[in-house]
């Protein structure tokens, strides 16, 4: 009978660790946490993606994607007045440059036509780029009527205003047109 009594405990533990949701998402070796709060909201990780350089594949960061309701649509989360953030968090060295010229690259891919009124603001932007180094992040979070803030290495370097510039930003990683395609999958839910 005291045998009986200890084993129901134990295996309803093992049941519950079992069925437990999980509390994180993870990425090549990158954990980040399945809902965070911004501007009174609770966010959910809607995806993580793995961003990969050169011919060799080499990992850059992994990005977690985080909104206010998870959906499969990249072109309507861009488009959401939602609360929404995109987290970097870097597996090698990127120098300022390196950054700069991607934000060139990634505004002029999705923006085309609208390119003339975002430039300033990308301008902006790329100035506010310095050296990312391994384990360190790079924080975009879009707040309706306020804008892009956006934080390097732990420090607010400004905020960015527009919807515009907020719809193409994220367009870059989830919109049909990102250069980033196993990427955008992973951060729009996909395995």
């Known amino acids: 009978m005291k045998k009986t009594h200890y084993l129901l405990p134990t295996m309803l533990v093992i049941l519950l ?6 509390l994180a998402g993870q990425k090549a ?18 995806g993580l993606g793995l961003r990969e350089a050169t011919i060799f594949n080499v990992d850059v960061y992994v990005a977690g994607l985080y909104v206010e309701s998870k959906s499969k649509n990249g072109d309507a989360i861009a488009a ?3 609360v929404k953030r995109m987290h970097l968090k870097f597996k090698r060295d990127v120098d300022q440059d390196d950054m700069a010229e991607a934000w060139n690259t990634g505004f002029k891919k999705v923006a085309k036509k609208d390119w003339n009124a ?8 790329r100035k506010w780029m310095e050296d990312i180094h391994k384990g360190k992040s790079l924080i975009l979070t879009y707040v309706p009527d306020k804008g892009v803030k956006v934080e390097i290495n732990g420090k607010v370097k400004g905020v960015i205003a527009g919807d515009d510039f907020a719809r193409a930003l994220f367009s870059i990683w989830i919109g049909r047109n990102s250069p980033y395609g196993s990427m955008r999958s992973g951060l729009l839910g996909a395995k």
């Not at 660790?17 to 999980?22: I, L, N, V």
């Open 80 to 82: 959401s007045r939602g």
């Open 29 to 46: 070796g990158i954990t980040m946490p399945d809902t965070i709060k911004v501007a009174g909201k609770t966010l959910v990780l809607n």
């Open 118 to 125: 975002l430039k300033d603001r990308v301008a902006t932007l």
């Open 17 to 22: 660790a079992w069925s437990a949701p999980a």
